[in-house]
């Protein structure tokens, strides 16, 4: 079993819908980061908490300690944000170490 | 502002060629510095950190190895590459102390034949 795994694996979705998606880890954590990967390859850093909800534009970024689980929601979704969704966590007491899910695909339809 | 550069963008190599990847950050001094790989339908690896000059950790075994000769330079080598060694590699930095968020370059596409 993963460490951190993520669902959907794969969204699809109309231009203005509202987007879940879900990051569950079975490690004690010090940090979990939500990351954008985009169809070209590179990779943004949208989120690193540790507790509560953090937001940035239409992105939410939400995570429960104690349920060791964390929500990434878009609102007001466009087709501009079709990528890879990666959750990623700094666990077993490491600053450096990150243990990725595999991602979601999102596919935001005009 | 800091910046990372990573070189090549895709890569193309015969089976038993070497490789050699480079990666530099700029506008920040003593980063951490990182190679990820991503195999298709996978996620991401980490292969080497750096917290210093010379200063290399391996994660996991395998056919390649990092140097990092300077402060805000970080190569990935082969000696003979391997069809297994194809993916995705991500070079990444970020500042040392604490939980700090992962700056990615934009990766190279390499592909072993």
């Known amino acids: 079993k993963n460490e951190v795994e993520q669902s959907p694996q794969n969204l699809t979705a109309q231009e203005g819908e509202f987007i879940t998606i879900n990051c569950s880890y079975s490690?004690?954590?010090?940090?979990l980061h939500w990351l954008q990967q985009h169809p070209g390859g590179g990779i943004v850093s949208l989120f690193m908490?540790?507790?509560g909800k953090k937001k940035h534009g239409r992105l939410i970024a939400t995570i429960n300690i104690q349920e060791k689980h964390s929500s990434l929601h878009i609102t007001a979704s466009h087709p501009r944000d079709s990528a890879v969704y990666i959750c990623a966590v700094n666990s077993g007491g490491s600053n450096y170490k990150l243990t990725f899910g595999k991602g979601t695909l999102l596919t935001v339809n005009p | 502002s800091q910046t990372i550069h990573q070189w090549p963008a895709t890569l193309v190599q015969p089976v038993g060629s070497p490789l050699s990847l480079e990666c530099t950050v700029e506008g920040t001094s003593n980063p951490n510095l990182y190679w990820y790989r991503q195999a298709a339908g996978r996620g991401l690896q980490l292969l080497f950190y750096s917290v210093g000059i010379g200063q290399i950790s391996s994660e996991v075994p395998q056919n390649l190895s990092a140097s990092r000769p300077q402060d805000r330079q970080f190569i990935l080598s082969s000696k003979k590459l391997l069809l297994s060694d194809s993916g995705f590699y991500l070079c990444?930095?970020?500042f040392g102390l604490g939980n700090q968020p992962q700056h990615f370059g934009d990766g190279t596409r390499l592909s072993i034949l």
């Open positions: 490690v004690g954590i010090s940090a």
């Open positions: 990444a930095w970020s």
């Open positions: 908490l540790s507790s």
